[in-house]
């Protein structure tokens, strides 16, 4: 195997794939980047841990000699990283067992694996159920992922369930039962049957490094328990998450006492300094406490250890009981808050008493919403 290729190029590549191999040693194979190259289909990359499978090819280069080779996926990343720009000649030397990689006047001898034990992945073999555009897909995921669990003892709450429904409507849900973040999309295949799978973050987090701001169209389809995410020249397979998603929409309220009206950059501004404040060991999970009072709200964060904050909120509007104090985890009502901050002028938050679920949603579009369990607190 002998090739050239630009620096740009093959980082460009690399970056897509390599994260997807193993970084552990169990099976050194599994931390591979398989690297193919043929006159069919130029570069071909290949990573998998065998939870999830990337592959991915550019024709951008110049072949002297086809073949393959399998090397340590995160160690020829990084070198191809620090690369000067340029072109790069990569040959195997079968008798050295060894990948040479040629930069200018200089070169880098990288170790192989044998090829014999990476597996046979089936990237070919897809099942095509939906087409979504990129930018749709990219912005249902920054919407919801951040809501799913890190570790649940019911996996499915550390995924991200996508619901198709009659219409067709897709709805995209994530939740670790103490918030849920839901996403809506009319879908134009007016064939398509209602079906729903669950995705786990991890693949969430390679697909939103990967999707862009486009209309272009990335097809969705599956094998056995797997989902690929597909464009051209670039696929992604992951396992899926087994397990019955609860119902999610009767978990979001439909009657409410108090709407808040609020500025979300001010809003996040003072969440962000409440979150400096130290927890105690008696209540560790980071809070604040949110009082509304004659058409004014006052947020209160308070530590033993260090101190107590009290801030007014400017410019908020009041419609309905104006008398209620609520406690939500910082973080997670600061997380939220983020989603709409140089979104949108103000947000809505409703309220049903102190121990009710909140709704927070832009009052500008309903196609997206988020739902916050408040805590119970001593105070």
């Known amino acids: 195997m002998k090739f050239s290729i630009e620096k740009k190029e093959l980082s460009a590549l690399t970056m897509l794939v390599y994260r997807a191999a193993s970084n552990k040693n169990t099976i050194p194979a599994l931390s591979g980047l398989l690297l193919k190259v043929d006159n069919d289909n130029g570069l071909t990359m290949i990573a998998t841990d065998m939870e999830i499978g990337i592959k991915a090819s550019t024709d951008q280069i110049t072949i002297e000699q086809e073949g393959s080779v399998l090397i340590n996926a995160h160690y ?10 340029g072109p790069v000649i990569l040959q195997l030397n079968q008798e050295t067992s060894r990948l040479n990689v040629n930069y200018g006047r200089s070169c880098s001898f990288l170790n192989i694996y044998s090829n ?22 990219k912005e249902a995921l920054r919407k919801t992922a951040f809501a799913a669990a890190i570790t649940h003892f019911r996996p499915v709450f550390t995924g991200v369930l996508f619901d198709i429904l009659p219409g067709p409507i897709l709805k995209v849900v994530a939740s670790d039962t103490h918030r849920l973040a839901y996403y809506m999309y009319n879908l134009e295949d007016e064939n398509l049957e209602p079906f729903r799978f669950i995705i786990p973050t991890r693949t969430v987090n390679e697909l ?3 999707l862009e701001d486009s209309d272009e169209m990335i097809n969705i389809g599956f094998n056995e328990n797997q989902v690929i995410f597909q464009q051209e020249n670039f696929i992604l397979l992951s396992r899926l998450l087994e397990g019955q998603y609860p119902n999610y929409e009767q978990v979001i309220p439909t009657s409410f006492n108090t709407t808040l009206t609020i500025n979300p950059g001010v809003l996040a501004t003072t969440l962000e300094r409440a979150r400096i404040m130290p927890t105690d060991d008696k209540l560790k999970i980071p809070h604040v406490q949110f009082t509304i009072s004659d058409n004014e709200g006052i947020i209160n964060t308070y530590s033993e250890l260090m101190g107590e904050m009290e801030e007014f909120l400017e410019n908020i509007n009041v419609n309905g009981d104006n008398n209620i104090k609520i406690a939500f985890n910082t973080n997670y009502f600061l997380d939220i808050v983020k989603i709409f ?10 309220l049903s008493g102190s121990l009710g679920p909140a709704l927070i949603k ?10 916050l369990v408040p805590l119970r607190t001593s105070n």
């Open 76 to 85: 020829f990343a990084d070198l191809i990283k620090l690369l000067p720009d």
């Open 116 to 137: 014999h034990e990476y597996p046979d992945l089936p990237f070919e073999i897809i099942n095509h159920r939906l087409a979504i555009p990129q930018s749709i897909l």
């Open 208 to 210: 939103l490094r990967i």
């Open 362 to 371: 832009n009052p500008e579009k309903d196609n997206y919403l988020y739902i």
């Open 341 to 350: 901050s140089g979104e949108c002028d103000s947000i809505e938050i409703k």
